[in-house]
């Protein structure tokens, strides 16, 4: 069973067109191809615009796939609505992070303000109203 699924592995990127003439799962693939996943192991979901589109738009492409079970990577702020909006959708995935935070400087630096310290603020709070969203709109 093991050696099944290292030779179906796929990668899916997702995410639509924003604000550049790229789609953030073409952007995506883009990364991934540069660290070495073959392109024809990646699939692209290029319709979704938030978190309740990828967990309806990613399943029937596993399912086309043949694929039951998926990591569901994302930030450490979204893993967990990310993990529920997909289960809300009938997908069980397995939740991971890739996030790394490297401390720098002295203790006393970790109490003072700083632009990183502010930008991972500004995705929690993100998260926390998306959270809330998803909530009142029966989504998670």
Not at 29 to 36: I, K
Not at 118 to 127: A, I, N, T
């Given at each position: 069973h093991r050696r099944q699924l290292s030779l179906e592995r796929r990668s899916i990127a997702t995410g639509g067109q924003r604000s550049s003439q790229y789609s953030e799962a073409g952007l995506m693939?883009?990364?991934?191809?540069?660290?070495?996943v073959p392109a024809e192991k990646i699939i692209k979901e290029e319709q979704s615009t938030n978190t309740r589109d990828h967990a309806m738009l990613v399943p029937p492409l596993l399912k086309q796939h043949g694929v039951e079970q998926f990591v569901l990577v994302t930030c450490r702020q979204h893993i967990a609505r990310a993990l529920e909006a997909f289960r809300a959708v009938g997908v069980d995935p397995v939740p991971s992070t890739p996030d790394v935070y490297?401390?720098?400087g002295g203790a006393?630096?970790?109490y003072l303000p700083s632009r990183v310290a502010?930008?991972?603020?500004?995705?929690?709070?993100?998260?926390v109203?998306?959270?809330a969203y998803y909530k009142a709109?029966?989504?998670?």
């Open positions: 693939a883009h990364q991934l191809e540069q660290v070495g490297v401390r720098r006393l630096e970790m502010l930008s991972v603020s500004e995705r929690m709070m993100y998260d109203l998306g959270w709109r029966g989504w998670v």
